[in-house]
């Protein structure tokens, strides 16, 4: 073997992608597409990961990052044969992207897979809220049976429903609700004016954003200037009796405080798929409160989503070692020093 960049790497001349991947069992679809394109390809799990480490680490043509795969600076060092890490996901928060740019090696992701999936979730839950579907069918269960228990229930016209963030899944739940007759309001320093006026949503600032909104949805990104950018005082700002659903990334909510605004009655539920620690402890204070309904980090899920998600995966992944354009590159300065 070698561990030159750009040489195959395996004794049978084929290149190496190596699949970091706690979630996916089945990698049928992404081995007929590597082994359609002459790769060879190995599967690590974390069980595996320390004994697998030093046989794939420095060979590995391209790594594949699954989005609870942690792929750390120290692991990016070790990567020696490495042209490209193709996030399996839309976040990549995961992926230390400064480590990888050092080493010379492109970051790549897939944003666009699964907006229809996600705006869909994030609507579920806002509906599901709104018209506060948990406490019924927990009433229901008990043995009782009272519409009029769960009031106060706003007519669902009259919300005004506020998006943090304006991007494309952003802006697929705004284009759904707006059948709804809701009043669309947004917050997204980085999105033109011309684009809010094309969906028809009202920008306003941050402030106003959270003043305003009778219903939050979060729709950014989780980085350094978006960690907690939702905590106790910014629940405070919001009207009395509001809800908040996340769908993005746990770590944009401080969740302690989440709960303490819940508690206190200011905010009268949340609906998230997303969580700080994931899975959560079974005494985690916002799994014990019926204010509260949780799904499993879901929102991407549907049949078609996943094959799409996996095709891109790979196809970014064999672009890359190809030297070929990738797409949704997350650091394209690392092309100009690529030496084919």
């Known amino acids: 073997m070698t561990s030159k960049k750009g040489e195959n790497t395996l004794k049978n001349g084929k290149h190496l992608v190596w699949i970091l991947d706690d979630e996916w069992v089945d990698h049928s679809i992404e081995k007929a597409i590597y082994e359609q394109n ?23 043509d391209a790594v594949v990052a ?18 490209i890490i193709s996030a399996s996901a839309v976040g990549f928060n995961h992926i230390d992207v400064e480590a990888a740019t050092r080493k010379g090696i492109l970051v790549s992701h897939v944003p666009e897979y699964c907006s229809e999936e996600v705006s869909d979730h994030a609507i579920t839950h806002i509906l ?28 669902f016209c009259n919300h005004t429903v506020g998006l943090l963030g304006f991007g494309r899944i952003a802006r697929k739940a705004a284009q759904k609700l707006k059948g709804f007759g809701v009043r669309l309001i947004a917050h997204d320093p980085s999105v033109s004016e011309e684009v809010f006026d ?18 939050l949805s979060l729709h950014v990104p989780l980085k350094p200037d978006t960690k907690n950018i939702i905590s106790y005082d910014q629940l405070k700002m919001m009207p009395q009796g509001a809800f908040i659903v996340n769908t993005s990334r746990g770590g944009v909510i401080n969740e302690e405080d989440l709960y303490k605004a819940i508690n206190e ?69 690392v092309l100009n020093e690529i030496k084919l």
């Open 128 to 155: 599901t809220l709104a018209r506060r579907f948990p406490a019924y069918n927990e009433q229901v269960k008990r043995g009782e049976w009272d519409p009029m228990d769960t009031l106060p229930i706003k007519r």
């Open 66 to 83: 699954q989005v609870g795969f942690q792929c750390t600076a120290e692991l990016i060092d070790k990567l020696d044969s490495c042209r």
């Open 265 to 333: 009655g200011h905010i009268a539920g949340a609906g998230l798929d997303v969580l700080l620690n994931e899975p959560p402890h079974s005494d985690d204070p916002l799994l014990n409160t019926d204010k509260v309904f949780v799904t499993p980090h879901s929102a991407y899920i549907s049949e078609e989503a996943i094959v799409e998600l996996k095709t891109k995966t790979s196809q970014n992944a064999i672009d890359g070692v190809a030297g070929k354009p990738v797409a949704n590159t997350l650091n394209p300065q």
């Open 198 to 215: 094309e969906y028809s949503v009202e920008a306003v600032s941050f402030n106003e954003l959270l003043s305003q909104s009778t219903i």
């Open 38 to 60: 002459g790769f060879e390809v190995k599967v690590t799990r974390s069980e595996a990961f320390e004994e697998d480490l030093p046989h794939y680490a420095p060979y590995a």
